[in-house]
């Protein structure tokens, strides 16, 4: 697989907004972990109208989810609360997009993507979610993982793509939307599936940062607590 070689109409757009210098996709995730408290999930848009009957009227304002999370950091130490400022300054607070991995959903294992159409060479990563028939097609639009050696650091991801179970690399693929191209045309009916990590693209939600300092260190330090929030973007 050739990982930069099909870039889709989304990864179009990402470099023409790199290249405006209005908004940035940053290849780098915020460089400290979180800890417990973590909170974290899909939210939609649902606009509501109550009836005189009492029924209700429903409307998705949302074709899709976004996902928001609530990352607490505590007891950081100032070199740690450091590497947070800096990236948030960095981004200019809600500006820049960067890269975020949901701690309870980041990885697909032979996830369905599709079914073949006959001389379909296109298509996209994602997961199906399917309920008594009815199905929610979750797009997968950021090919990379944590580097474990480099806090902060992105590694790219090489999905496993599979045709009828079977694992392919006559495929190309763009890392910032998950968009690819098969080498050769499909016949149709084919199964696709794939496995690998992946991670979101996200802002703050915050352009204000604000930090507590509520103890210190044996060191006599001070020990460093606050919040983040983040929300997902498409």
């Known amino acids: 697989p050739r990982p930069h070689g099909a870039a889709g109409a989304g990864a179009a757009a990402h470099a023409g907004a790199r290249r405006a210098g209005v908004l940035m996709y940053l290849r780098k995730y915020i460089p400290a972990c979180e800890t417990f408290g973590w909170v974290g999930g899909p939210e939609f848009m649902t606009r509501i109208v109550e009836m005189r009957n009492g029924r209700e009227r429903r409307n998705a304002e949302w074709a899709n989810a976004r996902h928001r999370f609530q990352l607490p ?20 607070g809600r500006l820049h997009n960067f890269l ?26 994602g997961k ?27 590694l790219e991801v090489v999905p496993v793509i599979m045709v009828d179970g079977t694992p392919i690399t006559a495929f190309s693929i763009d890392p910032d939307t998950g968009a690819g191209e098969f080498d050769s045309p499909l016949t149709g009916g084919e199964v696709l599936t794939w496995s690998g990590e992946f991670s979101i693209w996200v802002r703050y939600d915050n352009d204000h940062l604000p930090w ?13 607590n606050g919040t983040v929030d983040l929300i997902e973007m498409p």
């Not at 070199?79 to 200019?92: G, Q, W």
């Not at 507590?212 to 460093?224: H, L, M, T, V, W």
């Open 73 to 92: 950091y505590g007891n950081l130490k100032s070199s740690d609360y450091a590497k947070i400022k800096s990236h948030h300054l960095v981004c200019r």
């Open 100 to 125: 975020y991995q949901d701690r309870l959903d980041h990885s697909a294992q032979a996830a369905v993507f599709g079914i073949a159409e006959a001389g379909q060479t296109a298509f996209q990563l």
């Open 212 to 224: 507590s300092i509520d103890n210190r260190f044996a060191s006599g330090s001070y020990a460093i």
């Open 128 to 154: 199906t979610s399917e309920l008594d028939g009815v199905s929610y097609f979750r797009e997968v639009n950021c090919l990379y993982r944590p580097d474990p050696a480099s806090p902060g650091d992105a």
